[in-house]
């Protein structure tokens, strides 16, 4: 079992940036994870983010955030972070962390795994 913690949220302009944050606080090794971040805005489904292998070797994106998003980790701190430029309205959600041994189980949307109290991103236009 891992306990995730994501911070990092906020209001900020069209074309602005933000960086997010999710830390592991308790649990397996945070290297034998694989890690993702899920949006779900206001009367809208969860959708699938970006997500990167345990060792950061592979990375996926959706191809609505493909070439603005970037997403990392750093397993000596236990986090995961998704860096965020280029920012539009309709990224407008809360962002929520995942984390699974398997990667495909994360790239498929599958829901499974623990996940974060998830943080809040505004874009105004």
């Known amino acids: 079992q891992v306990q995730l913690v994501e911070s990092g949220g906020g209001l900020v302009q069209a074309g602005g940036s933000l960086r997010l944050s999710c830390a592991a606080v308790?649990?397996?090794?945070?290297?034998?994870?694989?890690m993702g971040w899920f949006r779900q805005a206001p009367g809208k489904e969860r959708e699938f983010v970006a997500a990167?292998?345990?060792?950061?070797?592979?990375?996926y994106y959706a191809d609505s955030v493909k070439g603005r998003f970037t997403i990392s980790r750093d397993n000596a701190k236990n986090t995961v972070y998704l860096q965020m430029n280029s920012l539009k309205p309709e990224d407008t959600a809360v962002y929520y962390c995942?984390?699974?041994?398997?990667?495909?189980?994360?790239?498929?949307?599958?829901?499974?795994?623990?996940w974060g109290q998830g943080t809040q991103v505004t874009v105004s236009s």
């Open positions: 995942n984390a699974h041994r398997i990667i495909t189980t994360i790239t498929s949307g599958a829901g499974d795994g623990y």
């Open positions: 308790s649990g397996r090794p945070f290297s034998t994870y694989a």
């Open positions: 990167i292998t345990w060792d950061g070797g592979s990375t």
